[in-house]
């Protein structure tokens, strides 16, 4: 079988989480390359990995390497720099959220893959969490009868490196973070509907002295099918990482998570390794969780993408479903700043969402 070979740019957290997916899940794709900006930890990830490449200059390894995807794990400041350098080397695309910094930087990506005729994939997990998709399919078979509410939640005390802390590199706090999860998985169970409106209140409540970004944020979206959508996002959460959704319809109800409804309860005296993403300590009781990559969606995802680029299909989730995650970012940004529900379309200059919020502050 002739393999996918894909490079992937990063040495951090989610791209350990890419190439245990890639290694373990998808036997067509071959990462063939890594970048990092360090070239010490390109090293030191290509060795790791066993990745016959490595490179510290972005530019070289597209002339360079021959490979047909490029998998970007970079910081969000890079997203649009680096997509449109890959698209005009005629390599397709995955990106991890959010897609960009800013609207002008998306609608930029997306107007630049399409005149290179290369896919944009956007790497939203949660359209492919075995557990969330079940939950959207019982919704199909009207289990739940007519949905009037969604619920979606991601909390945990916060981001592994030290770059999500700075809204320069990062546009925002958890919002740019982990609430554009909740607000892609949203439009994929409403079959993308329009949004209608949005409403949030957001503060900075345990990271104070480290972050000028919000790290807890609720946000409410109307949409236009009368839908009720709350997001909750957190960095001020302890005891790990918690991640689920609730869905309420006419004539039912689903309650579905991801890590600790995945996970051996478990009591140690002493501790141990592992328990789960952002578990403070293993000792006492704690959430043991299993195959945690597989459960959040990364392999069916990648995999997915993969197969879009070998088949020449086009992806259940696209730039553009990264651009109208982002607007809503920027709608809820500008809400808490005017403490007033934002209706959308809505567009603004600003250098990054998150002035909306601090510049009325």
């Known amino acids: 079988m002739t393999r996918t070979k ?9 791209t350990d989480v890419h190439m245990e997916s890639y290694h373990r899940f998808i036997p067509e794709a071959e990462v063939v390359a890594v970048y990092a900006r360090n070239p010490e930890k390109a090293k030191a990830f290509a060795e790791k990995y066993n990745i016959p490449n490595w490179f510290s200059d972005v530019d070289e390894l597209l002339a360079a390497s021959d490979c047909e995807v490029v998998d970007i794990c970079l910081p969000n400041y890079l997203h649009a720099e680096v997509t449109i350098k890959a698209a005009r080397a ?24 399409k005149q ?31 949905v009037y509410m969604l619920k979606q939640s991601e909390k ?3 981001p592994h490196t030290d770059w999500f802390y700075d809204i320069e590199l990062a546009g925002g706090g958890v919002l740019m973070d982990m609430g554009c999860h909740a607000l892609g998985w949203f439009r994929w169970m409403t079959g993308h509907a329009k949004v209608k409106s949005v409403y ?5 409540v345990f990271h ?5 970004g919000e790290d807890n944020a609720v946000v409410v979206v109307e949409l236009e099918n009368g839908v009720t959508c709350v997001a909750e996002n957190s960095w001020a959460k302890h005891g790990g990482m918690d991640d689920r959704c609730e869905i ?15 996970s051996a309860v478990t009591y140690s005296r002493e501790g141990y390794g592992y328990a789960m993403e952002k578990a403070d300590t293993t000792a006492g009781w704690t959430f043991t969780i299993f195959e945690e990559v597989f459960n959040q969606g990364y392999p069916h995802e990648l995999k997915h993408f993969i197969e879009c680029v070998r088949e020449d299909k086009m992806p259940l989730v696209t730039g553009e479903d990264g651009r109208a995650v982002l607007e809503m970012i920027y709608a809820a940004y500008a809400s808490a700043g005017e403490g007033k529900k934002i209706n ?4 603004s200059k600003v250098n990054k969402p998150v002035d909306l919020w601090l510049n009325a502050k």
Do not use: W
């Not at 991890?96 to 930029?108: F, G, H, M, Q, W």
């Not at 949030?200 to 900075?204: H, S």
């Open 156 to 158: 945990h005390s916060g």
């Open 90 to 113: 005629g390599k397709h695309i995955i990106i991890e959220k959010p897609l960009a910094v800013t609207l002008e930087e998306a609608d930029e990506m997306i107007a630049v893959c």
């Open 200 to 204: 949030a209140t957001m503060a900075t």
């Open 344 to 347: 959308l379309p809505f567009s």
């Open 116 to 146: 290179q005729n290369v896919k944009l994939m956007y790497a939203e997990e949660l359209c492919f969490a075995p557990k969330y998709e079940r939950a959207r399919h019982l919704v199909k078979e009207g289990a739940v009868g007519e």
């Open 6 to 14: 894909v490079a992937i740019l990063g040495a951090g957290f989610i």
């Open 208 to 212: 104070k002295g480290r972050t000028k």
């Open 248 to 262: 309420y319809g006419t004539g039912g109800v689903i309650y579905a998570d991801l890590f600790m409804g995945n």
